[in-house]
């Protein structure tokens, strides 16, 4: 594995089922980020985590949750699944912003179809 | 809440110079970013404006006046393999960025 990788590459759903996005980085960076990114509205942050053992929301979490057992792996659960999730999502990693961590290396995206 | 704007396209023709313009109102700021992404790809990482001024990066130059909550990224000798979303982002915080709608660059032969 080199950089961040995420799977599956797109995924068609039905509503109401239950999928896990998986987000996996091998740059020991401590902090992770899932956005989902959708026409004209931009990439927009669902929850994050600053370290092993902790994460927080972003600006839309409703309908997702996430959990970080380890430091590699952030894998982003959408418990029953509406069309209006729909989107391209991308996981990304960073180095402490605290210490200087300024640049969020992005997965290549999960193309999530809801119907 | 978080407002980031910037066009929604612009077009320029090859060896050109595009100069793409970002207006913030952030309830916080520690950083601004630029971000390109070709169709179908993932973002990456172009450049970081803490303080004002001019942060320049081989063609690439980016400008930001916080007093003013504005930043441009400058786009210089345009090449085909420019023509991508470029996205401006604001972190309000230490972890939370905001993004911009991206900016879509068509560069013409």
């Known amino acids: 594995i080199a950089g961040i990788t995420q799977a599956p590459t797109s995924q068609i759903l039905a509503a109401g089922r239950r999928m896990t996005l998986r987000c996996t980085q091998d740059?020991?960076?401590?902090?992770m980020y899932w956005y989902r990114q959708d026409l004209g509205l931009g990439l927009r942050l669902i929850h994050y985590?600053?370290?092993?053992?902790?994460?927080g929301k972003g600006e839309v979490p409703d309908g997702y949750s996430v959990s970080r057992a380890n430091t590699d792996d952030f894998p982003l659960t959408l418990a029953s699944a509406v069309p209006s999730q729909t989107s391209v999502y991308f996981c990304?990693?960073?180095?402490?912003?605290?210490?200087?961590?300024?640049?969020?290396?992005f997965g290549p995206g999960t193309r999530l179809t809801v119907l | 809440g978080q407002n980031i704007d910037q066009p929604t396209e612009m077009t320029a023709t090859e060896g050109a110079i595009v100069q793409i313009n970002c207006t913030y109102q952030t309830s916080g700021f520690n950083g601004l970013f630029w971000y390109q992404q070709h169709a179908g790809e993932a973002p990456t990482f172009l450049s970081y404006n803490v303080l004002d001024g001019l942060e320049e990066k081989g063609r690439f130059s980016s400008f930001l006046s916080r007093s003013k909550g504005y930043s441009y990224l400058l786009l210089k000798e345009l090449q085909m393999k420019d023509s991508a979303s470029y996205l401006c982002?604001?972190?309000?915080?230490?972890?939370?960025?905001?993004f911009g709608a991206g900016t879509t660059v068509t560069v013409r032969a």
């Open positions: 740059m020991r960076h401590n902090a």
């Open positions: 990304a990693s960073s180095e402490d912003p605290g210490q200087g961590g300024n640049e969020q290396f």
């Open positions: 985590s600053n370290t092993a053992g902790t994460t």
């Open positions: 982002a604001v972190r309000d915080g230490d972890y939370k960025l905001s």
